[in-house]
């Protein structure tokens, strides 16, 4: 029996391989134990949708992070990003930090580059100054892990991980977003493995973190599995009297971003809605506003505040809320509603959001605004010239808006002619995405299997998802609640 931990702190993590066929490639082999380590492993409901014979919930213990730990974590921070490796963190930093928080930590970066100092170098100081922590000792004394998983390469608190390293258990990292190579940093903790969405990923790994592709499996998005059948997703007239929409209306659908990575977004939202009321588009249409999953409760009010009630507005609030560290805990049913809200809109608005990608997998229509009362032009510019953004703008798959008349003029041709930009579209998914074939989950499954030393059974593949959208869980989860 082989035993694999699978540290999941995030809501997104869970989504994307708790509720895809991840994890039920892997425990479709028998000779697999799955431990789930989770900050809500002590849930009844967590538990009870997961766990089974060959399948243990654990609660993470919350750990602290030690003062040379922290201090060596941003060391490494300032090093990479003095590098300028990427313009895209960059961006990133200015919007977070200033111009005066930037400019110290170059400081100390390019000093500390200046004596000789690397990011290796730094890794193994944080390896030694690392201290045994009972609560994770216990666990891994316990289950005696033979690979530890984890998605989040520039996270902060890795105990799991530094125990995995001294223990010397093999580390697989299946990252999990297409931008983390780019714009999040440096390498926590550097793993044997890695599994990405793109062929691009592969090469970031290399040239911005020295990390040898050939220790790269390029695997797809395990959550875009879902896209590839889309007779799962609810019905038009499901989905618009589920939302109070008008069926008569074209339906556009905007995404809101990461709190914090555009100043006050939702005076760009207030712009969309008056060029709607306004009738400046020269057609019925309607507005459906996705709140950010992540928002804080203060921004999901304003949202509401400002935009529920108004007439063909319609404001949408995913997820559930959540002790993970993200904040919420994505049901089946958040993913269908997602995806069939992408598939029933005319095209996707937003401004520098990941669910660009989405839509662009569905072959939705994008336009991307850049411009805001109140912003600077050269922010937006920084975004889709510089940032990691700049990637998806240079496929030609979506429109950038600078101005109200060229927000107006991009809707309107594409409500005209959804197919316009379909080639751009095709790039940014062959680009993206690898392949949208409903196998990204198992791909990825199988890269754990292998670092096992386990073959895939033919015959013990993921079951596909029925069209209700669950699939047949019950020979493979016995007693374990729906997805729902």
Not at 251 to 257: E, K, P, Q, R
Request: hydrophobic share 40%; proline share 5%.
């Amino acid at each position: 029996m082989k035993t694999l931990f699978l540290f999941l702190r995030q809501g997104i993590s869970n989504r994307n391989l708790l509720r895809t066929d991840f994890l039920k490639t892997l425990i479709a082999q028998p000779e697999v134990r799955v431990v789930i380590l989770s900050p809500v492993g002590d849930e009844s409901e967590f538990r009870k949708e997961f766990a089974a014979p060959n399948v243990f919930v654990e609660k993470w213990p919350r750990t602290r992070v030690g003062f040379w730990e922290k201090r060596l974590k941003n060391l490494k921070d300032y090093v990479w990003v003095s590098r300028g490796l990427t313009q895209a963190i960059r961006v990133r930093r200015l919007a977070q930090l200033g111009r005066a928080g930037l400019i110290w930590r170059d400081f100390l970066g390019r000093f500390a580059r200046k004596i000789g100092v690397t990011e290796q170098q730094i890794n193994d100081w944080e390896l030694a100054v690392y201290q045994e922590k009972q609560e994770v000792a216990r666990l891994y004394d316990f289950y005696k892990p033979d690979l530890v998983i984890f998605t989040r390469p520039f996270g902060t608190n890795m105990h799991a991980m530094k125990e995995a390293k001294r223990r010397r258990v093999r580390v697989l990292c299946l990252v999990e977003s297409w931008d983390n190579f780019i714009c999040k940093g440096p390498l926590s903790v550097v793993p044997d493995r890695m599994a990405v969405w793109n062929e691009g990923m592969r090469r970031e790994a290399g040239e911005l973190h020295g990390f040898p592709p050939e220790r790269v499996d390029v695997v797809g998005v395990p959550q875009f599995d879902l896209y590839a059948d889309t007779a799962q997703l609810m019905e038009r007239r499901e989905f618009f009297e589920a939302h109070g929409l008008d069926p008569e209306r074209k339906l556009l659908t905007y995404g809101a971003s990461t709190e914090g990575f555009i100043p006050d977004e939702p005076r760009v939202v207030e712009k969309l809605c008056e060029i709607i009321e306004a009738g400046r588009l020269g057609l019925p249409a309607q507005l459906l506003i996705r709140i950010h999953p992540i928002s804080s409760p203060g921004l999901r009010e304003e949202y509401f505040r400002r935009f529920a009630g108004r007439p063909n507005v319609v404001v949408q609030q995913p997820g559930r809320p959540s002790r993970l560290h993200d904040g919420w805990d994505p049901t089946w049913s958040d993913m269908l509603m997602m995806a069939s809200t992408i598939f029933w809109s005319d095209l996707v608005v937003n401004v520098a959001s990941t669910l660009t990608i989405d839509a662009v997998a569905l072959d939705r229509p994008v336009v991307c605004i850049a411009f805001a009362e109140g912003i600077k032009e050269s922010r937006f510019r920084d975004i889709f010239e510089r940032s990691h953004y700049r990637k998806l703008a240079e496929t030609g798959g979506l429109r950038l808006a600078y101005s109200a008349e060229e927000l107006i003029a991009a809707i309107r041709d594409y409500i005209a002619d959804p197919t316009l930009d379909s080639l751009g579209r095709r790039r940014m998914r062959e680009e993206l995405c690898y392949r949208l074939d409903g196998q990204s989950a198992r791909r990825a499954a199988e890269v754990a299997l292998r670092e096992m030393g386990i073959g895939v059974r033919p015959d013990a593949t993921a079951a596909r998802v029925d069209a209700q959208g669950r699939g047949d869980r019950s020979a493979l989860l016995p007693g374990a609640a729906g997805r729902d």
